[in-house]
């Protein structure tokens, strides 16, 4: 691998990391960002250094991009659940609003 592949391969491993913070941190606006420049990057990389030749070097972007993933899940996950409790919070709120007006 030469300077250039092994600064990009950095580069790519960069940009995952700036995603991740930037998914936490709920600026959707930078992770679009990121995901784009580093859509861009992955391509560019694969094409200057032929996918089979990268396969090695793109094992551990891989991993971090499954690791990603997974963290992405688990947010969904939590956000469905509050959903979940708020739509339950408010039906309650609603069958005893309408119980007082009963009575």
């Known amino acids: 691998m030469t300077d250039s592949a092994g600064q990009v391969l950095d580069a790519l491993h960069a940009d995952l ?3 991740k913070n930037a998914i936490d ?3 959707h606006a930078r992770a679009e960002q990121i995901v784009a420049a580093h859509d ?3 391509r560019g990389y ?3 250094n032929g996918a089979a030749g990268a396969a090695d070097a793109l094992q551990a972007l891989l991993e971090q991009q499954h690791a990603l993933t997974e963290r992405m899940r ?3 996950d ?3 659940a509050h959903l979940r409790a708020e739509r339950q919070s408010t ?3 609603n069958a005893y609003q309408q119980a007082g007006t009963l009575a």
Request: glycine residues 0%.
């Open 74 to 76: 688990e947010l969904r």
């Open 25 to 27: 941190a709920e600026d």
């Open 17 to 19: 990391d700036a995603l």
């Open 40 to 42: 861009q990057r992955l």
């Open 46 to 48: 694969i094409q200057d």
């Open 78 to 80: 939590d956000a469905a």
């Open 91 to 93: 039906r309650a709120a």
